[in-house]
């Protein structure tokens, strides 16, 4: 029984708490490039990055005609979804399809 008290001493002496938890404000995160440095910012600016938008707010912000908005939901590399008959995409998603077709 002394044995197993030892062991147990031994075990709690090299184990160390680590706290996983952290807030997307406090990480740090050494960008090389500025791209990704403003891609995070906004994602850290936004209300809420996870909202679904559809193929008008897409239109707006691109300013362009629904039916080339409805082309582009089409695509291949745009990441939508097709619910019933309505066309819907995250907004973060968006956000970051956009910023990698603007190089």
Excluded: H
């Amino acid at each position: 029984m002394n044995n197993e008290n030892e062991i147990q001493t031994a075990a709690t002496i090299n184990t160390k708490l680590i706290d996983t938890k952290e807030k997307l404000n406090d990480i740090e995160i050494n960008l090389e490039n500025s791209q990704e440095k403003m891609l995070l910012e906004s994602i850290k600016r936004l209300k809420n990055p996870f909202i679904n938008i559809s193929v008008q707010d897409v239109a707006r912000d691109l300013k362009i005609g629904e039916n080339m908005a409805y082309a582009i939901f089409k695509r291949d590399d745009f990441p939508s979804i097709n619910i019933g008959r309505c066309w819907k995409i995250c907004l973060i998603s968006y956000i970051m399809w956009k910023t990698q077709k603007r190089v």
